[in-house]
Antibody
Framework: EVQLVESGGGLVQPGRSMKLSCAAS????????MAWVRQAPTKGLEWVAT????????YYRDSVKGRFTISRDNAKSTLYLQMNSLRSEDTATYYC??????WGQGTLVTVSS | DTVLTQSPALAVSPGERVTISCRAS??????MHWYQQKPGQQPKLLIY???NLESGVPARFSGSGSGTDFTLTIDPVEADDTATYFC????????FGAGTKLELK
């Protein structure tokens, strides 16, 4: 059974950093591209970033380019999202996904002073 | 970005047929997918490639369309189908529609 378990969310002040993790199991992680999608409270879904199966290619939405970094450790079957210079508009539940057939339960990031 | 436009809400009675529409601001060929999301849960893939039913999804759900106009049909609607339905395109950088909230009368 495919499982994606996000962690690392919480309350953070504007301008600070946070790193999210997604532990994957139940499939061969190194064979799949992965992505992060976020959802602001009571809002719709927004693609954040995608990484290729081997980590050689990454893609970002414009609003996070230069601030967020997606990465992966295939030996640990883990996906990451390093978020720097956080803004209030980054407040959302962040989902790890095998684009976009399988989704984790999400981890809430709240950016507030 | 490719903008996807959905009607905001629908209300139908159990047993009826409902169609949820999604219009893209530019052609996405058949790179359109549909998701169901219930409160407090992650999205669930229903339809991929515009018309392909995801494994394990009831045959009451179907999708159609190509280019810029797409529909998700539920026939017949059941009480458990109360949820928000999102379309998503994968022709360009992924974008999602704002969602259609389906309520049952």
């Amino acid at each position: 059974e495919v499982q994606l378990v996000e962690s690392g969310g919480g309350l953070v002040q504007p301008g600070r950093s946070m790193k999210l993790s997604c532990a994957a199991s139940g499939f061969t992680f190194s064979n799949y591209g992965m992505a992060w999608v976020r959802q602001a409270p009571t809002k719709g879904l927004e693609w954040v970033a995608t990484i290729s199966y081997d980590g050689s290619s990454t893609y970002y939405r414009d609003s996070v380019k230069g601030r967020f970094t997606i990465s992966r450790d295939n030996a640990k079957s883990t996906l990451y999202l390093q978020m720097n210079s956080l803004r209030s508009e980054d407040t959302a539940t962040y989902y790890c996904t095998i684009p976009f057939a399988y989704w984790g339960q999400g981890t809430l990031v709240t950016v507030s002073s | 970005d490719t903008v996807l436009t959905q009607s905001p809400a629908l209300a139908v009675s159990p047993g009826e047929r409902v169609t949820i529409s999604c219009r893209a601001s530019e052609s996405v060929s058949t790179g359109m997918h549909w998701y169901q999301q219930k409160p407090g849960q992650q999205p669930k893939l229903l339809i991929y490639g515009a018309s392909n039913l995801e494994s394990g999804v009831p045959a009451r759900f179907s999708g159609s369309g190509s280019g810029t106009d797409f529909t998700l049909t539920i026939d017949p609607v059941e009480a458990d189908d109360t949820a928000t339905y999102f379309c998503q395109q994968s022709w360009n950088d992924p974008t999602f529609g704002a969602g259609t909230k389906l309520e049952l009368k």
